[in-house]
């Protein structure tokens, strides 16, 4: 691991954690050796961060030098914590702990009033329905291509048991109570399609990029919605393929 990336994620941890914590659950998050840890607390300190504690007690961080100072209102504390609670439920792991690492680093600017504010909100998340189906598949590959707007070869099993495999460029993702749901352009038939991400049995680099085209298909999907008015909506099952 990159001394960086490791040093970013120890002060995630720190930020995240109930205070104080103790040098071995922060290794644990942070996947290094105790010995490393101290070496990368005293690095931390150097750099200006101010964690109160030592081995043996736990870590505490007081002040982070990196964030700025921030102010929110009651509310706008309750729908934030409201949504970043929420990612727990979606099934994607990876994607919630990025939330449990944004809102930790935002808590650790706010005033002491606020803070307490985060840590007894009064309203709670959603819970999906309990036939939410699983993803197998590699979400990190999925956001990334979206992302750098790169192909994607799917292998897809429809509703009806139908498989097929093409090549897609991936658009957006629709996270939804009851599914996970991908706005993608075929390359097979030069058209829109939406795949229930659960029922992609695999999938890997296309090699083409569609750069910048990403945006400009998005309009025109959305553009066609508008059109067609009594159109199905984005989380819908894929049309039966000829």
Known sequence: ??????????????????????????????????????????????????IDGAAGVGYALTEDPVLPPQSFSQLEIEALMLGIGSLGFL??????????????????TL???????????????WCPADTRPDVAIDMDLLRQACWEEYSLWVRYCDLKNQVSEREVWPLGMSYGPE????????????????????????????????????????????????????????CTEMPRQS
């Open 1 to 50: 691991m990159a001394r960086q990336d490791r040093l970013m994620r120890l002060m995630n941890a720190l930020r995240r954690l109930p205070a104080p914590v103790t040098a071995a659950r922060l290794a644990e998050e942070t996947e290094i050796s105790r010995r490393q840890l101290y070496r990368d607390i005293a690095t931390l300190r150097a750099g200006g961060a101010l």
């Open 179 to 234: 599914a996970l749901m991908l706005l993608a352009f075929c390359q097979l038939r030069r058209d829109y399609r939406v795949f229930h991400v659960s029922r992609i049995e695999s999938l890997r680099p296309g090699g083409t990029s569609f750069r910048p085209r990403r945006v400009e298909l998005l309009r025109g999907f959305t553009s066609r919605r508008m059109e067609e008015k009594q159109g199905p909506p984005i």
């Open 91 to 108: 099934g994607d792991a990876t994607l919630a702990r990025a939330g449990r690492d944004a809102v930790a680093r935002i808590i650790a």
């Open 111 to 125: 005033p002491n009033r606020q803070v307490h504010q985060a840590m007894h909100t009064v309203m709670r998340t």
